[in-house]
């Protein structure tokens, strides 16, 4: 962090000081202290509202994409998934300082992007290794490190080295159960594990007068619904069909019981003969084995997995199984009732790899939030190797600003040093220079409780993005929501950042006092062309995700699809199926809008172009040299395209409202959305 203020902008008006952080590489941030929030539309102005607030002047919606899709992150529920499959609102595990020592806390996904970088691999001392961008960062024993770096020159930054150790609990180079535990051998050992430590099996006979009937049961009964699931689908796929049925009510001291049962005779015969121990057993059986009886009398709390029992023969199964799969245990003496614990040694990543091994069902055996981060696994670094080709990378964004990836803890990416835009009235483009309102909302609070304030819409993301991913790390946005809300002033939100979706429910009681309206911006379709056009942007489906998670919350989103850009994005195909996924998302209704080529992006944009596309460079000159619009004839040609498609998926922007006056308030939002569709950089809107 720097705390003075870069020559450049020493004059700037209430400057408190430049901060530049790790968290956002090659960005600074310009903190002044405002004197006015509101700022008032010139005159005259086609804008459909008359004052606005900008928290910030340029925008950090560039992201740095970090790791490979297969990597695997820690979910809040304690299992695993790739990074490539995790969707926004998804919740996961990040860490927070807590006093001495860093915890795991759960967190959510709040964005998601990706796009193809140069693949670097870490390989650790305990086996884990991790492919990333050589721009990603760890936490280390030494604080955060980039993959890569230099110690001098413009390059120079913290990086990794082989002195270096990761902090988390790793993976091991240990597989995880996510091919095996479909495997027959790991079913059957899993209804081993359960039955033989939790279920019931009984054969007899009882004598009615002159009559003898046979009895013949299977019942298992449990208090997690999960291990029943698994155990009657595993049962099923063997041919054994089971009933559930209540088996003890809730009490003070114990949760409800179901229990799985069947009487037949057949069935539980055949049940006792899927538990016996095979003459063979692979690594698969004993990772089964170990699952069941763990969700059967396994307890993972303080730091602590024990499984306990009193058989001998089951005891001897869970050792020979940890044994195989080298897992290290401890077995502490027997109790007075004769029951003896084997206890998992190691600490959390030893713990992490009996559970990745043998994937539990019962969830709530699985979670780490909460614990302290004690990194015990050797998670020295010991080869950092350029892989020599580039490859698909993503990267998240978190409400704590990390995550655990394959067991070690990760930073989110937010930096992206190609482009920035400044707001309309600055007249200068900064690239990586973003002038925060730190106490916006402070002063917006006292501008709007003052008797002449006549409560006016306010429209928020005019000029910039008010959800850029600066609001992360500053987030100005919940205090300027309640100062309008709490004033009685109506409001409406701009944005193309699907960090909305975190204060969607502020919102929500915002909209229960006075109007909220909410849009969305979302001008490409194709994840190609977006990851080239707009390269840290959230993707379509994430802003389409959001749009949903807004309209379940009652409000009725504007999509604003602009700029649509000439041969690249106006296709029947491209503008049909960009339609569908708006209207499949709930969406009210939609402006659309061809390409706005302003000064200053116009030379972005051809740049761009230029080394993209350059064969349509001549005919984009032929479109936008006299104008930054595109010619009236391009445009009523757009028009006749588009508007079919709106009435079809009933996302006309005129059907609530066919006056003339709803007519203008329609061409006005237009107009709105062309004016601020800026492509600074290549970023459009």
């Known amino acids: 962090m720097n705390g003075s203020a870069d020559p450049a902008l020493i004059g700037l008006r209430g400057l408190v000081r430049s901060v530049r952080t790790p968290e956002f590489a090659g960005i600074t941030f310009h903190e002044v202290a405002a004197k006015s929030a509101l700022n008032r539309v010139p005159s005259g102005s086609p804008m459909p509202f008359h004052w606005t607030v900008n928290p910030y002047r340029g925008c950090s919606h560039q992201c740095v994409y970090c790791l490979h899709p297969d990597t695997l992150v820690l979910m809040a529920d304690g299992r695993q998934r790739p990074i490539g499959r995790l969707s926004v609102g998804d919740e ?62 413009g390059a120079r930054r913290p990086h990794l080295t082989t002195a270096n150790s990761l902090q988390g609990f790793g993976l091991g180079g240990s597989p995880t159960a996510e091919q095996r535990w479909t495997t027959t051998s790991f079913r059957r050992g899993y209804l081993s594990g359960m039955i033989r430590g939790d279920g019931s099996l009984f054969h007899g006979r009882y004598v009615y007068g002159t009559r003898t009937t046979e009895a013949h049961v299977f019942r298992l009964a449990l208090a997690d619904t999960e291990a029943l699931d698994r155990t009657r689908d595993f049962l099923r796929s063997e041919g054994v069909e089971t009933y559930t049925r209540p088996f003890g009510v809730a009490s003070q001291a114990r949760r409800a019981m179901l229990a799985l049962h069947t009487r037949k005779r057949a069935h539980v015969a055949a049940i006792e003969r899927l538990i016996e121990r095979p003459e063979t057993v692979d690594e698969d059986w004993h990772a089964g084995f170990l699952s069941g009886i763990f969700d059967a009398e396994g307890s993972h709390s303080q730091g602590c997995i024990r499984i306990s029992n009193k058989d001998a023969s089951i005891l001897a199964d869970i050792e020979g199984a ?24 190691g600490g959390l990543p030893a713990r992490r790899r009996f559970l990745d091994i043998t994937r539990p ?58 482009h920035t835009y400044l707001d309309l009235d600055a007249g200068k483009d900064f690239d990586d220079q973003i002038v925060v309102k730190v106490n916006v909302a402070e002063v917006l609070a006292a501008e709007v409780a003052r008797r002449s304030w006549q409560r006016d819409l306010v429209a928020l993301g005019t000029n910039t993005d008010p959800y850029q991913r600066a609001e992360g790390r500053y987030a100005l946005m919940p205090g300027i929501i309640t100062a309008l809300a709490e004033s009685g002033t109506p409001l409406s939100v701009l944005t193309k950042g699907t960090l909305l979706r975190r204060d969607l ?30 390269p840290g942007t959230p993707t379509a489906a994430a802003r389409l995700a959001t749009v949903r998670a807004a309209t379940d919350l ?127 950089g290549v970023t459009l809107f």
């Open 92 to 153: 996961i595990v990040g860490t927070r300082v807590d006093g001495r020592y860093r915890r795991y806390v759960t967190t959510r996904v709040q964005a998601k992007w990706g796009t193809r970088k140069r693949a670097y691999r870490v390989t650790l001392a305990d086996g884990t290794e991790l492919i990333a961008s050589g721009d990603h960062r760890f936490l280390s024993s030494r604080g955060w490190k980039h993959v890569t770096g230099t110690t001098s020159g």
């Open 505 to 534: 429910p502020l919102l929500a009681t915002a909209a229960e006092h006075v109007p909220v309206d909410l849009s969305m911006s979302i001008a490409i379709f194709d994840d190609e062309l977006q990851k080239a056009v707009e």
């Open 322 to 345: 940890c044994d195989a799969l080298d897992v290290p245990i401890v077995r502490e003496a027997a109790r007075d009732n004769g029951v003896s614990v084997v206890r998992v040694r």
């Open 554 to 680: 009652g409000f009725r989103v504007t999509v604003f699809l602009m700029p649509i850009l000439p041969w690249l994005t106006d296709s029947v195909e491209h503008l049909d199926a960009a339609l569908s996924g708006i209207a499949a998302a709930g969406a009210h209704r939609v402006i659309y809008g061809a390409l706005h080529l302003r000064p200053g992006a116009r030379e972005w944009f051809f740049a761009w172009l230029d080394r993209e596309h350059p064969e349509l460079v001549p005919v984009y000159r032929r479109l936008y040299g006299r104008s930054s619009y595109a010619p009236k004839e391009y445009r009523a040609w757009l028009a006749r395209r588009v508007r079919p498609l709106l009435r079809r998926y009933g996302l006309d922007a005129s059907e609530d409202d066919d006056s003339p006056e709803g007519r203008r308030g329609a061409r006005q939002l237009a107009s709105t959305a062309a004016e601020l569709a800026p492509p600074s």
């Open 361 to 418: 069902a019962i969830t709530r055996k699985l979670g780490i939030v909460g614990e302290a981060v004690k990194t015990v696994a050797d998670l020295r670094v010991v080869r950092i190797e350029d892989l020599g080709y580039d490859t698909e990378m993503v990267d998240i964004t978190t409400g704590t600003g990390d995550f655990v990836a394959n067991g070690v803890i990760s930073h989110n990416c937010f930096a992206r040093n190609t």
